[in-house]
């Protein structure tokens, strides 16, 4: 992903003289990070949307306050539950050289021949993961290849995973990501026919069935 930069003015506008702020086209948000103290600021309400419509939370963006850059990545997003847009955000600066702790999301990528060709269903345990690494080692989003899962019951575990050696992921290797499984009524079914018995009728319809006779 290219650069994000934002540019950002310095505001002193507090309480309800934010709402006219908002009306004037202006995104009130706040920098916080380790070594500073907070920074209230002002973006452009249009092209700040805009441009963090394509950033995740572990996007780093520089925030160009009055000329001044500031690496950080974007911690909150309050938005206009009407009108969707965006109301306020908080953003964290970070360290280039010191490493951070962040959750990173997973993007599952690929085709499964088990949910393909064997109709399987493909169960996500974990979305996201914590990884520790320097701000500019930090990845948008981890692929997670699902074209491995090729039979009913493969999984994919954290181990399984490629990501760069400058990223450490915090997770235990063997928490399991993703898995591939079958819905309970085909399961009852294949049980029923290997027996050479009828399939029972789903649960669902026998609790019915009984509502009403009751």
Known sequence: MDKVVLKATKR???GKQV????REGKLPAVIYGRHMKPISIALDAHSAGLALSKVTASSLVTLDVDGK????????RQRDYIK????HIDFLAVD???KIRTSVGLNFVGV????????????HNLERLEVECLPGDLPERI??????????GDLIRVRDLAVSEKVRILADPEDTIAVVTIIKEETTAAAAAAEGAEPASPELSVERGKKEEE
């Open 12 to 14: 002193d506008v507090v």
């Open 19 to 22: 709402k006219a702020m908002r």
């Open 69 to 76: 850059e500031y690496p950080a990545l974007v911690r909150e």
């Open 84 to 87: 969707g847009s965006l109301t």
């Open 96 to 98: 280039m050289n010191e």
């Open 112 to 123: 499964s021949a088990a949910v393909k060709d064997y109709n399987g269903i493909l169960v």
């Open 143 to 152: 692929n997670v290849d699902i074209a491995m899962l090729k039979q009913i």
